[in-house]
């Protein structure tokens, strides 16, 4: 039971860096969402996903992209790291406006 | 007004006590309700869903309020292990969906 799999768990990005933080998940859920989360703080949507081909963009989606070439991947671009998005963050999906599924979550400092 | 407000916390309680939290929405249009739980450091986790009639899962009583628009979540018989992040998670039907995530409220458990 994979469910949605993240990679990696832990990074540390030097400011200019760039990474992608990848999602999956085997489940054939239609939507797919990136959030980060700042040390005491609530959920932040950055960027969702209603099917292969379409994203669009959430709460806090400067200095991220997004692309979904399949059901199953989501990855997530950091094109110039900040240590403003030093955060942990998750991906999840659903099946429409069912309950959503989380990873486990990427811890990312950037220095 | 927030789209989704929680009771502040933390809440503080003895093993055993009963404890309820409340969430209210402001989006009459919204379908479907949720409680997660968040522990330190790790991935929200579905709880429970939130039924029109009310639903009761072990320890665990959740109700909805449609012409108040608030949901609560009644915690009986508290164990340690209860100590996490409680989330409210509304879908809102705005043409396609959203789903808002309330910021938590905390709940530790003592011995």
């Known amino acids: 039971n994979a469910g949605v799999t993240q990679t990696p768990k832990f990074r540390i990005l030097k400011i200019g860096q760039s990474m992608t933080l990848q999602c999956t998940q085997d489940m054939n859920h239609n939507y797919m969402y990136w959030y980060r989360q700042d040390p005491g703080m609530g959920l932040k949507l950055i960027y969702y996903s209603v099917g292969a081909g379409i994203t669009d963009k959430g709460e806090v989606p400067n200095g991220y992209n997004v692309s979904r070439s399949t059901t199953e991947d989501f990855p997530l671009r950091l094109e110039l790291a900040a240590p403003s998005q030093t955060s942990v963050y998750f991906c999840?999906?659903?099946?429409?406006?069912?309950?959503?599924?989380f990873g486990d979550g990427t811890r990312l400092s950037i220095l | 007004r927030k789209e989704v407000e929680q009771d502040p916390g933390p809440f503080n309680v003895p093993e055993g006590a009963t404890v309820a939290f409340n969430c209210t929405y402001s989006?009459?249009?919204?379908?479907?309700f949720f409680w997660y739980r968040q522990d330190c450091r790790k991935e929200p986790k579905l709880l429970m869903s939130?039924?029109?009639s009310g639903n009761e899962d072990g320890r665990f009583t959740a109700q909805l309020n449609r012409a108040s628009q608030y949901i609560s979540l009644l915690i009986r018989d508290s164990k340690l292990s209860d100590s996490a992040t409680y989330l409210c998670v509304v879908n809102e039907n705005t043409g396609g969906f959203k789903t808002i995530f309330g910021a938590g409220t905390r709940l530790f458990v003592k011995a």
């Open positions: 939130v039924y029109s």
């Open positions: 999840a999906s659903s099946r429409g406006d069912q309950p959503q599924h």
């Open positions: 989006n009459s249009a919204s379908q479907s």
